[in-house]
T-cell receptor, first 111, second 114 residues
Framework: QKEVEQDPGPLSVPEGAIVSLNCTYSNSAFQYFMWYRQYSRKGPELLMYTYSSGNKEDGRFTAQVDKSSKYISLFIRDSQPSDSATYLCAMCPGGSYIPTFGRGTSLIVHP | DVKVTQSSRYLVKRTGEKVFLECVQDMDHENMFWYRQDPGLGLRLIYFSYDVKMKEKGDIPEGYSVSREKKERFSLILESASTNQTSMYLC?????????????FGPGTRLTVT
């Protein structure tokens, strides 16, 4: 079992839909959780991060961490075609700056 | 704006060639990383460097070496390229101070070994 599991998709949704992207993990030492967005032929860029459990909101994006279930989510409201990209979750244990990445989920938002 | 640049976007090499991939960052970051990204496997860490002349093996160092002679530059070397090293190679950097876990990535080099 991989430390971080993420469904590769693709996930195809119509414009305006609410999107839910998820990762599960097995290492209870993970404390810092990140979501990266990667457009085609580009490097990943950090979208959001959260520390420990709880929610964090930034515009149309909400990151959620449930440490008891070892489950993290990224919600995108009012999705746009420009949100079409691969979304990678990443997480670090306390005291380490070396992240473990999920495989990434390909999201397609069609007009 | 943090900028991480990689020397080539696309590279085609022959089996057995020695290949150099160069990465330069302009933000005085101490930490630098080399990953490869393959469909279905995600990002895998090859090597990282905490500071100049320091290097640590990542999860898949076999067949690779690195060099960090200057703070801004981190080179990945394929000593004798093989077809199973065909992949997207991503370089990243982050500052040691400040407590941020974020890594800043370059645009990637797509390497094909024939």
């Amino acid at each position: 079992q991989k430390e971080v599991e993420q469904d590769p998709g693709p996930l195809s949704v119509p414009e305006g839909a609410i999107v839910s992207l998820n990762c599960t993990y097995s290492n209870s030492a993970f404390q810092y959780f990140m979501w990266y967005r990667q457009y085609s032929r580009k490097g990943p860029e950090l979208l959001m991060y959260t520390y420990s459990s709880g929610n964090k909101e930034d515009g149309r994006f909400t990151a959620q961490v449930d440490k008891s279930s070892k489950y993290i989510s990224l919600f995108i409201r009012d999705s746009q075609p420009s949100d079409s990209a691969t979304y990678l979750c990443a997480m670090c244990p306390g005291g380490s700056y070396i992240p473990t990445f999920g495989r990434g989920t390909s999201l397609i938002v069609h007009p | 704006d943090v900028k991480v640049t990689q020397s080539s976007r696309y590279l085609v090499k022959r089996t057995g060639e020695k290949v150099f991939l160069e990465c330069v960052q302009d933000m005085d970051h101490e930490n630098m990383f080399w990953y490869r990204q393959d469909p279905g496997l995600g990002l895998r860490l090859i090597y990282f460097s905490y500071d100049v002349k320091m290097k640590e093996k990542g999860d898949i160092p076999e067949g690779y070496s690195v060099s960090r002679e200057k703070k801004e530059r981190f080179s990945l070397i394929l000593e004798s390229a093989s077809t199973n090293q065909t992949s997207m190679y991503l370089c990243a950097s982050r500052p040691r101070a400040g407590g941020t876990y974020e890594q800043y990535f370059g645009p990637g080099t797509r390497l094909t070994v024939t």
